[in-house]
């Protein structure tokens, strides 16, 4: 089993649509999670950390189930501008701080 | 602006060559990765350096070697090149442990 996973998609949605992915990981004494956000061809960039209490940032909204081993993001009101492939990622546990990226999902917004 | 460059962009070359792909931050970041991403496996951590003169094998680092003699730079080095190294790769830095990591462009290599 991989030690994080994301559905690949691809999520084909309108302009204006709430969209929301999920991830799991198998560690569950992670403690720090991201989204990465990867245009095609382009290097990976943090879109936002996930708290363990939830936080937003504009219309990008990040939660964290700790039972059931999950981190969420959502999108509201999508622009074209979002479509990318967005990357889970989770700190390792083993005091490397190595990150452990999924593979991603891929997020196609159309007019 | 702070940055962190790759180069080459593209690199072709032939099995048993060794190359090297350099990687260079202004940023002064301690921290440095090299990652390579292939379809369906995301980004797989290859070395990782903390400091000067430490380096430190990834997931994936058969084949690779890299050295950190100052803070700006960490080259990657194949050894022999291998037609399963064809890969794109992302080098990155980070101040802290579980701070963000900036990537740089990434260099395209294609093993013939």
């Known amino acids: 089993r991989k030690e994080v996973e994301q559905d690949p998609g691809p999520f084909n949605v309108p302009e204006g649509a709430t969209v929301a992915f999920n991830c799991t990981y198998s560690?569950?004494?992670?403690?720090?999670f991201f989204w990465y956000r990867q245009d095609c061809r382009k290097e990976p960039k943090l879109l936002m950390s996930v708290y363990s209490s939830g936080n937003e940032d504009g219309r990008f909204t990040a939660q964290l189930n700790r039972a059931s081993q999950y981190i969420s993001l959502l999108i509201r009101d999508s622009k074209l501008s979002d479509s990318a492939t967005y990357l889970c990622?989770?700190?390792?546990?083993?005091?490397?701080?190595?990150?452990?990226f999924g593979s991603g999902t891929r997020l196609l917004v159309r007019p | 602006d702070a940055e962190i460059t790759q180069s080459p962009r593209h690199k072709i070359t032939e099995t048993g060559r060794q190359v090297t792909l350099a990687c260079h931050q202004t940023w002064n970041h301690n921290n440095m990765f090299w990652y390579r991403q292939d379809l369906g496996h995301g980004l797989r951590l290859i070395h990782y350096s903390y400091g000067v003169q430490d380096t430190n094998k990834g997931e994936v680092s058969d084949g690779y070697s890299v050295s950190r003699s100052n803070t700006e730079d960490l080259p990657l080095t194949l050894e022999s090149a291998a037609s399963s190294q064809t890969s794109v790769y992302f080098c990155?830095?980070?101040?802290?442990?579980?701070?963000?990591?900036?990537f740089g462009p990434g260099t395209r290599l294609t093993v013939t």
């Open positions: 560690n569950s004494a992670s403690q720090s």
């Open positions: 990155a830095s980070s101040e802290g442990g579980e701070d963000e990591q900036y």
């Open positions: 990622v989770v700190i390792a546990m083993d005091s490397s701080y190595k990150l452990i």
